[in-house]
């Protein structure tokens, strides 16, 4: 998957970019304007395509499967969506 | 009479500790303290053979923290076999990386961005949650001048 459709994806749905040495952060604040325990970062190093294994590490950052992380950097999983999954979780 | 208390005594003690040794082998082996006390004699990453990570203090953009004990994390790799990972649940910690360098600089740039976002942020900014991992990482890091 390719970077640039991960961070616009991420920063559709609540995700604000930050960045800290080399690494560009993304962190879910709730629909409500609070700062979640909820982020993922990686390494601006990092290729343009975003690998198996840095996916995965994504969707266990935000507290997803695979297939839902893609569903929200696709558009079909929304925020609300999103963050239903997260007060299921008891993480909002 | 005094001479069989004492053989008695040591004999509970050797039978306790291979009790104890087994029950951390078990453990180590079925599930594997993902982060631990380095200075803790019952090692799990020593008993189970597993490669760790040790520590204590580190520098990120001039912030300066310290773990109050060193603490070791165990590094396992991923399911590709390509990448070094550290998961540690308690501590919103799940990083990845190439190399153990590599992966010692993520855990270290995760630990600081945690500090100022959820330590040093005022608590009614955050979500409960959010609050409740303050709390933890403010047990066990502390900042350094």
């Given at each position: 998957m390719k970077s640039k459709k991960v961070i616009s994806g991420l920063k559709k749905k609540g995700f604000a970019e930050s960045r800290k040495?080399?690494?560009r952060i993304f962190h879910y604040h709730t629909k409500e304007g609070k700062r979640s325990r909820i982020y993922t970062m990686f390494s601006m190093g990092k290729s343009e395509d975003l690998g198996d294994p840095i996916i995965s590490m994504m969707a266990r950052q935000l507290n997803l499967n695979k297939a839902e992380l893609i569903k929200l950097?696709?558009?079909?999983?929304?925020?609300?969506d999103y963050e239903a999954i997260l007060f299921e979780k008891g993480l909002i | 009479m005094r001479k069989h208390k004492l053989y008695n005594a040591t004999n509970d003690d050797q039978i306790k500790d291979y009790f104890i040794r087994d029950l951390l082998l078990m453990q180590s082996s079925s599930n594997p303290k993902s982060i631990f006390d380095c200075n803790s004699h019952n090692n799990?990453?020593?008993?189970?053979?597993?490669?760790?990570?040790a520590?204590?203090?580190?520098?990120?953009?001039?912030?300066?923290?310290?773990?109050?004990?060193?603490?070791?994390?165990?590094?396992?790799?991923?399911?590709?076999?390509?990448?070094?990972?550290?998961?540690?649940?308690?501590?919103?910690?799940?990083?990845?990386?190439?190399?153990?360098?590599?992966?010692?600089?993520e855990i270290k740039v995760a630990y600081a961005y945690m500090w100022e976002q959820f330590v040093k942020a005022e608590e009614s900014i955050l979500t409960p949650d959010a609050q409740k991992l303050a709390e933890v990482l403010r047990e066990v890091l502390e900042v350094v001048s």
């Open positions: 040495t080399n690494h950097i696709d558009c079909p999983l929304s925020q609300d | 799990p990453s020593e008993l189970s053979g597993e490669s760790y990570i520590l204590k203090q580190f520098t990120v953009d001039s912030l300066n923290l310290q773990f109050k004990k060193e603490m070791c994390f165990t590094v396992s790799k991923d399911e590709s076999g390509q990448y070094y990972c550290v998961l540690v649940p308690e501590h919103n910690l799940d990083v990845i990386a190439r190399s153990e360098s590599d992966l010692v600089e």
